[in-house]
C-alpha cells in the first residue's frame, strides 16, 4: 500500500482514502514555535526595545528578535543598551561582550494612524554607523514591518536576503472542513483563503505571489483550481475526466504542470494559467506524477514507477527521455528544487519504514538527511533557498517544520489547539 499522503492525493490513482488519513482539530490555528540547534557560527548582536513600541497593540522588537533568531544565523546578546536610532552604542563595552552589531530604532504613530517605523544597524567590531532605513506602514501592517526590519538587518549583515516578510499556504482539517490558509513565515498573522466540507490538497503558489493553484475535490472528483489571493475569485483549471491533480507553475506564471488520467493511466501535462485543451509531455505506461519545474522552466522533475517503485526523474521539455535521479532506497517521492536549481528536496521511505526529508545536490547526485523526524511530508523551498519547510508528526501531534537546508537548525510550529495540518508550501518574494 502506498503510505505517503501528499502521493496518493497528487496522483490521485492509487487509492480514494485520501479524507480518512487527516484527524479531527480545531479551525484556529495559532502556533507555538520551538527552536532547535544552532548554525555552525552565530553574529553575535544586541537588539534594543524600539522607542515607544509600547504604545502599540503588539511590540515589535520580540517579533524581530524571533525571526533573527530562526535564522539560526545570530546570536542575541542580552541586556541590550537603552538606545534609539539617533543614538550612539556604548562600543568598547559591547566589544568587551564579544557583540558585533548592534540595531536600535522607534515607533512614531502618525497623525493619520499610520505608524513610522525607523531603525539603524551599528557595526561593533569597527565602531561605525552602517545606516538604516525607515518604513511607514498601516497600524494593521505593524507585524509586517518587523519582518520587513528582520529582512533588512539579514541582508546588511550576511548578503543574503531573508524570508521572514514572505508568507506560507497549509491546509487545515477540523470540525469537518478543510481549510486553506496563509500566514507569515512564522506561521502567524493567518488568513482563510477557502473553505470546503471536501478535501482541499496540494497548493501551489504563481511565481508573483498574487495566486494560488491547488485540487479540489468539492465536486466529488480532483479539479485543479486557480485563485486570486486579493479578490477571492478563483476559476476551474483542469476538470477533465477522471482525476486532475499536482499543479505546479511554470517560473513565467504562464501554464502549469498537471496530472491527468483523462487518457487512462495518470500523466504529466501542460495547460495555460487559464485552462484550456492539455499537452502532454511524458508517455509512460505507468503513473507520472508531481512534476514540478526548474527554475529556467525547460526540465521537469517527477516521481514515475515505472521502474517497479516510485522514484524522482528528470526529462526536458524538448524531448521525451527521462532520466532516473534517485536511486537510493526504494520508495523517493514529492521532488522540490531549489530557486537556483543546485539542490532537490525530497521524501524517502528510510530503511525503518520512517518517511524523512532528504537534500540532493544535483551536481554530485549526493544526498543528506534534513529532518529527525519520521513521518515527514510535502517539502517546498524558501525563496532564498536556505530553508525548507515540511509537515510531519513529532512527539505525536501535526506540526509544521521549517529547517535549514542542511537540518542543522529546525524550528517547530506547532498549533496550540493540535489541529491536523498539512500540505505547506512556501511563497515567493512578493509583499
Request: hydrophobic letters at 40%.
Amino acid at each position: 500500500m502506498i503510505k505517503r499522503r501528499h502521493w496518493m492525493g497528487a496522483a490521485a490513482a492509487w487509492t480514494s482514502a485520501l479524507p480518512a488519513a487527516w484527524m479531527a482539530g480545531s479551525a484556529q490555528a495559532q502556533f507555538r514555535v520551538e527552536i532547535a540547534g544552532i548554525g555552525a557560527s552565530q553574529l553575535p548582536l544586541t537588539l534594543s526595545v524600539f522607542r515607544d513600541e509600547d504604545r502599540l497593540p503588539e511590540a515589535l522588537t520580540p517579533i524581530i528578535r524571533a525571526d533573527l533568531m530562526r535564522s539560526g544565523v545570530f546570536k542575541l546578546v542580552d541586556p541590550a543598551p537603552r538606545l534609539d536610532e539617533n543614538g550612539v552604542p556604548p562600543y568598547a563595552e559591547l566589544r568587551g561582550r564579544g557583540v558585533d552589531a548592534s540595531v536600535a530604532g522607534s515607533v512614531t504613530r502618525l497623525a493619520d494612524g499610520r505608524l513610522d517605523v525607523r531603525f539603524k544597524l551599528w557595526d561593533v567590531v569597527q565602531g561605525t554607523d552602517k545606516g538604516g532605513q525607515g518604513l511607514v506602514v498601516g497600524a494593521k501592517d505593524a507585524r509586517l514591518a518587523a519582518h520587513r526590519i528582520a529582512d533588512i538587518i539579514h541582508e546588511m549583515l550576511t548578503g543574503e536576503k531573508g524570508v521572514n516578510a514572505t508568507r506560507i499556504a497549509y491546509v487545515t482539517k477540523g470540525g469537518g472542513r478543510y481549510v486553506l490558509r496563509l500566514a507569515d513565515a512564522d506561521g502567524e498573522g493567518g488568513q482563510e483563503a477557502l473553505k470546503s466540507a471536501d478535501p482541499i490538497i496540494s497548493p501551489a503558489w504563481s511565481p508573483d505571489g498574487h495566486e494560488l493553484a491547488y485540487v479540489s475535490f468539492e465536486t466529488r472528483k480532483a479539479v485543479v483550481w486557480v485563485q486570486n489571493l486579493t479578490t477571492g475569485a478563483r476559476r476551474q483549471v483542469a476538470a477533465f475526466k477522471g482525476s486532475n491533480s499536482a499543479p505546479a507553475w511554470s517560473p513565467d506564471g504562464r501554464q502549469l504542470a498537471v496530472t491527468l488520467s483523462k487518457d487512462g493511466i495518470s500523466q504529466i501535462y501542460l495547460i495555460s494559467r487559464d485552462g484550456g485543451e492539455p499537452r502532454r509531455v511524458t508517455f509512460s505506461g505507468s503513473i507520472d506524477t508531481e512534476a514540478v519545474f526548474t527554475p529556467d522552466g525547460g526540465t521537469l522533475y517527477f516521481v514515475s514507477d515505472r521502474g517497479g517503485s516510485p522514484q524522482i526523474y528528470r526529462q526536458s521539455l524538448a524531448s521525451q527521455d527521462a532520466q532516473r535521479v534517485t536511486f537510493e532506497g526504494n520508495y523517493n517521492i514529492s521532488p522540490a528544487i531549489s530557486p537556483d536549481g543546485r539542490l532537490m528536496a525530497y521524501v524517502q521511505r528510510a530503511a525503518d519504514g520512517g518517511f524523512v526529508v532528504m537534500c540532493m545536490d544535483l551536481s554530485t547526485g549526493v544526498s543528506t538527511r534534513v529532518s529527525d523526524t519520521r513521518d515527514d511530508e510535502s517539502p517546498s523551498f524558501a525563496p532564498n533557498g536556505k530553508f525548507l519547510i515540511y509537515a510531519t508528526r513529532d512527539q505525536g501531534r501535526e506540526v509544521l517544520m521549517t529547517s535549514t537546508v542542511d537540518g542543522k537548525v529546525r524550528v517547530r510550529l506547532v498549533t496550540a489547539t493540535g489541529e491536523d495540518i498539512r500540505e505547506p508550501v512556501w511563497g515567493p518574494f512578493s509583499r
